[in-house]
């Protein structure tokens, strides 16, 4: 069936598709939103952005970690079980669960435990298969006793589009609603995206950048010896890909370590630096000729230090989240 596909792509916030079958086109309203696209575009940015959704879901999540606690649940169980949920809401999202497993199991009230040991191990649950998520995030399985109010909120909270959770603010929003010991310290503990990039520019992407594209750079070297090259494996076409693949281990032998990470913010975005980079070196070398290099950078990037357990595996999760969400957004498969 033939049809027309309106996806938005707005800054700071969630991508959203827009179809119409071909047969529509005759009806008014469809062809005024047509129109739209031309004359008014601003028509189809999101009312909500990705920082309105990812403060919804932290309060969501903070009034279900105060229920648990009050139940008795000790603080450690309730971060960790919903750092878990929070993640099975994403993976669902971007299509890592099948068929919004989890949000159908929370749902009708039923302990989500044995699917947890299904992402750990990976396998079937019930008639679903369900991939191994690698990380150590389902190392540990301990899922408290849920109550109706519990089992509201966190459907509530999956009916949100966790596809579009900003991890940049995500992980401090987390800690401060699920941790009391950090409520009242987090204008201590925060720092804001716009600060780390301060931080991240001339100390990630500027120098690696020059190594890149500046004078005497990869991009230089690849250039001058594919203009000597006379058709593809000869050996200045090998020598633009030695150059080419140089840089490439540059990037995936980079390493950046946040001494005191707390949440990962700065992580995520050192490991966003680093990946825009490689995409913008593949980019520009294909459009020299040589072959695509993928998947160079990555977790394997970034490293924290941080004295707080729960903290730390929030800061697992950010940078987690972040690598699949740049991952969906340039078109790369997981």
């Not at 000790?74 to 993640?87: G, I, N, P, W, Y």
């Not at 150590?136 to 519990?150: N, Q, S």
Request: hydrophobic share 45%; charged share 25%.
């Amino acid at each position: 069936r033939l049809r027309i596909e309106i996806h938005t792509h707005f800054t700071g916030t969630p991508s959203e598709r827009h179809a119409f079958a071909l047969e529509e086109i005759t009806r008014p309203e469809v062809q005024q939103r047509l129109r739209a696209l031309w004359e008014n575009p601003e028509s189809f940015k999101p009312r909500r952005s990705n920082r309105d959704i990812t403060e919804e879901a932290a309060k969501t999540f903070a009034g279900t970690a105060d229920r648990l606690r009050a139940a008795g649940v000790s603080a450690a169980e309730v971060s960790h079980f919903l750092t878990q949920c929070l993640f099975c809401f994403f993976a669902e999202d971007v299509g890592l669960l099948p068929s919004r497993l989890f949000e159908r199991l929370v749902g009708v009230a039923i302990q989500p435990g044995q699917m947890f040991e299904s992402m750990r191990d990976g396998g079937l649950f019930g008639v679903d298969a369900v991939p191994w998520f690698n990380g150590g995030l389902f190392k540990t399985i301990a899922v408290p006793e849920l109550t109706v109010a519990d089992v509201a909120a966190l459907k509530a909270a999956s009916a949100l589009n966790w596809s579009a959770i900003d991890p940049s603010i995500f992980g401090t929003l987390f800690e401060r609603g699920l941790d009391p010991a950090v409520r009242a310290a987090l204008g201590a503990n925060y720092t804001d995206p716009a600060t780390i990039q301060r931080l991240v520019e001339p100390v990630v992407q500027r120098p690696l950048l020059a190594e890149w594209s500046g004078p005497g750079g990869a991009k230089e070297r690849i250039a001058t010896a594919m203009a000597r090259s006379k058709r593809h494996g000869d050996k200045a076409w090998r020598d633009a890909q030695a150059a080419f693949v140089g840089f490439l281990e540059r990037l995936r032998g980079f390493r950046v370590l946040d001494a005191a990470c707390g949440s990962g913010n700065f992580l995520y975005l050192a490991l966003k630096a680093l990946k825009d980079i490689e995409h913008l070196a593949n980019h520009e070398a294909e459009a020299l000729g040589l072959e695509r290099q993928h998947d160079v950078t990555g977790p394997h990037n970034v490293l924290g230090i941080e004295l707080n357990e729960y903290a730390a595996e929030l800061a697992r999760v950010t940078v987690w989240i972040g690598e699949l969400q740049w991952r969906i957004q340039r078109g790369y498969g997981f």
